[in-house]
């Protein structure tokens, strides 16, 4: 009843409280499970479904789990292609000293490249507008980009160049926000950023157990419902893969790559995307709605503590780097590096201020105006010593 015929045993406590998960089953837990699902299918034979559920019909909504994802049968192998030969490299910069010091490459040319843009920052066939993966040795990769009236770009591209790393972002839509009349209502304190990618999001239900596939093949992000209507946008296949254009030319390809490893407790899953738009429909774009695109490449690693440092004093820590460029109509990129007094500016901020995007911007766009940056008055409570009393 306790063998676990070649699984790996849980290695602790949270391992045995996994409960039914495949990974752990053990053949006691093999027997109880099957014995409970003909438990349930006698009783459903004779006795009605009754118990709390969001759901009007409970036991079609819980059967659905063991299905596939998708309801034409497809698993998530079909919708999962090979990894991009741009998401193979090693992005961490070694220290041969001491690889606690281990951070990722700073090398803006390298880094840009990532994304689909030259050593002369220039776009060659396709830039990736969003992307999500992990590099073999373990650096995150975040692509994100929105859109922007031109007289802002510089300076939204700042605010975003002078934030500490965690707070260096770019928004993008949920599929939810996309039914309001106005998506970027929400949005309002990354204003004047216009959101242009919307993300995609499903259950994942039998196909959980796919050693072949990837989550990220019904992740996987599409152009906003806006950019579709207005230039006509239609995608044929079953994965919305590619995107054509009115006169049937690939506007976008968004794939989903990765793959699964490992087994119990030390099972890793990894998963990628990327969206990426072609150079020729990228300019007219941007050249009919009169923007520019700002864009965000973010890499992260994060260092785990071994074991055998606990008594040293080192903690878990987190290391990035960061390049902002901005995209004309023309399709000049252009590398946004903020001053020395545009970083002191945003520095002199409230140290809450400075975490807020809105508050960046407004102190940016000031300096850039030339005129004065308002201080801001913070509510600090002063208490006053009382002398001691005397006995």
């Given at each position: ?70 309801s034409d049968g497809l698993w998530l192998w079909d919708g999962t292609r090979q990894y991009p030969s741009y998401t193979l490299h090693d992005l961490l910069r070694g220290n ?296």
């Amino acid at each position: 009843m306790h063998d676990f015929g070649g699984r790996p045993r849980p290695g602790n406590d949270y391992g045995f409280y996994s409960g039914t998960g495949d990974g752990f089953h053990s053949y006691g837990s093999y027997l109880a499970r099957h014995a409970l699902a003909l438990t349930g299918g006698a009783l459903l034979l004779e006795r009605p479904v009754v118990g709390d559920s969001y759901e009007n019909a409970p036991w079609e909504d819980w059967l659905s789990r063991y299905s596939p994802t998708r309801s034409d049968g497809l698993w998530l192998w079909d919708g999962t292609r090979q990894y991009p030969s741009y998401t193979l490299h090693d992005l961490l910069r070694g220290n041969a000293q001491d690889q606690s010091k281990d951070v990722p490459t700073t090398d803006g040319e390298f880094i840009r490249s990532l994304a689909g843009v030259s050593a002369t920052n220039t776009i060659s066939e396709h830039l990736i507008v969003d992307a999500d993966w992990n590099s073999p040795d373990k650096v995150d990769v975040a692509i994100t980009s929105v859109l922007t009236a031109r007289a802002e770009s510089r300076t939204v591209a700042l605010a975003v160049a002078t934030a500490t790393p965690f707070q260096a972002w770019l928004p993008a839509l949920e599929e939810h926000e996309e039914e309001e009349d106005d998506p970027r209502l929400g949005r309002v304190d990354m204003s004047p950023c216009e959101p242009w990618v919307t993300n995609r999001s499903a259950e994942i239900k039998l196909d959980d157990r796919d050693g072949f596939g990837a989550k990220s093949a019904v992740h996987r992000s599409r152009p906003s419902k806006h950019i579709i209507d207005m230039f006509g946008l239609t995608s044929n296949d079953v994965w919305s893969e590619t995107w054509n254009d009115e006169d049937g030319r690939i506007a976008f390809r968004s794939i989903a790559f990765g793959s699964r490893w490992g087994t119990g407790e030390r099972e890793v899953w990894d998963q990628g995307k990327a969206l990426s738009c072609d150079r020729s429909f990228l300019a007219r774009m941007l050249t009919a709605l009169n923007r520019d695109l700002v864009l965000l490449v973010k890499l992260q690693h994060f260092r785990e503590r071994p074991a055998y440092e606990s008594a040293s004093g080192s903690f878990d820590t987190f290391s990035h780097s960061i390049v902002v460029v901005t995209v004309a109509p023309s399709l000049e990129v252009r590398v946004v590096v903020p001053s020395d007094a545009e970083i002191e500016a945003v520095n002199a901020l409230p140290k809450r201020d400075r975490t807020e995007f809105k508050d960046r911007y407004r102190v940016i766009k000031n300096l850039v105006a030339g005129t004065a940056v308002p201080k801001v008055k913070t509510s600090v409570s002063k208490r006053t010593r009382r002398p001691l009393k005397k006995d």
